[in-house]
């Protein structure tokens, strides 16, 4: 009985062994903090921090002082373990990182932060008039004037369609740009369907 028992214990050690790898493959690893968040926005061309918009401030091997979320505040200021208050709208992530390493130096030797922006909210474009749902809208990747009609409901049955504007303000100057939405939707004149910048606002009389 002793013999079998031992025979026992090892053929089930055996088994053991050969099924802990595939059970360790089929929970897998834990995911790293960047897997977890999920991939970050693609930034516009010109891309500068601006309030609203959520980052995260990574330290490598100090986790006291890393924020894996943190929101641009109306001021354009963040806020970070030990560092306080910093000044992060207006600037590139890379231009703030170098700030952040500056006042990081002072409390660990040779500071290395990224600087990832996870949601950007502060570039929006506005359309107002006869649209089902008028409102500010993100503006996280390229879009046109007939691209935010849409994302807006489209037109309301009373809209007219031939006179829509487009405002900007540009170098303090108010710029507009004539949109005909009926000569945009049959392939005529498509150059008025111009690429809008944040601040934008598209006027549907």
Same mark, same amino acid.
């Given at each position: 009985?002793?013999?079998?028992?031992?025979?026992?214990?090892?053929?089930?050690?055996?088994?053991? =062994?050969?099924?802990?790898?595939?059970?360790? @493959?089929?929970?897998?690893?834990?995911?790293?903090?960047?897997?977890?968040?999920?991939?970050?926005?693609?930034?516009?061309?010109?891309?500068?921090?601006?309030?609203?918009?959520?980052?995260?401030?990574?330290?490598?091997?100090?986790?006291?002082?890393?924020?894996?979320?943190?929101?641009? +505040?109306?001021?354009?200021?963040?806020?970070?373990?030990?560092?306080?208050?910093?000044?992060?709208? =207006?600037?590139?992530?890379?231009?703030? +990182? /170098?700030?952040?390493?500056?006042?990081?130096?002072?409390?660990?030797?040779?500071?290395?932060?990224?600087?990832?922006?996870?949601?950007?909210?502060?570039?929006?474009?506005?359309?107002?008039? @006869?649209?089902?749902?008028?409102?500010?809208?993100?503006?996280?990747?390229?879009?046109? /004037?007939?691209?935010?009609?849409? /994302?807006?409901?489209?037109?309301?049955?009373?809209?007219?369609?031939? &006179?829509?504007?487009?405002?900007?303000?540009?170098?303090?100057?108010?710029?507009?740009?004539?949109? @005909?939405?009926?000569?945009?939707?049959?392939?005529?004149?498509?150059?008025? &369907?111009?690429?809008?910048?944040?601040?934008?606002?598209?006027? /549907?009389?």
């Amino acid at each position: 009985m002793a013999i079998i028992s031992l025979v026992t214990r090892a053929a089930l050690l055996v088994v053991i =062994g050969l099924l802990a790898p595939q059970l360790v @493959n089929a929970q897998g690893s834990a995911p790293s903090p960047a897997a977890a968040a999920g991939p970050a926005p693609v930034l516009p061309p010109g891309y500068v921090i601006g309030p609203d918009d959520v980052l995260s401030v990574i330290f490598w091997g100090e986790k006291e002082m890393t924020a894996e979320q943190v929101v641009v +505040r109306p001021d354009g200021k963040i806020s970070l373990a030990l560092l306080n208050d910093i000044q992060a709208a =207006g600037l590139t992530p890379d231009e703030l +990182r /170098v700030i952040i390493d500056k006042a990081a130096a002072k409390f660990i030797a040779e500071p290395h932060a990224s600087v990832v922006v996870k949601e950007i909210k502060s570039r929006k474009v506005f359309i107002t008039g @006869n649209v089902l749902k008028p409102g500010a809208y993100p503006l996280s990747s390229d879009m046109t /004037v007939l691209q935010l009609i849409a /994302v807006a409901g489209g037109l309301l049955e009373y809209a007219d369609a031939k &006179n829509v504007v487009v405002m900007r303000k540009e170098d303090g100057r108010d710029q507009h740009f004539k949109f @005909n939405y009926k000569d945009v939707i049959r392939q005529k004149n498509v150059q008025q &369907n111009i690429v809008l910048r944040s601040g934008d606002t598209v006027i /549907v009389p």
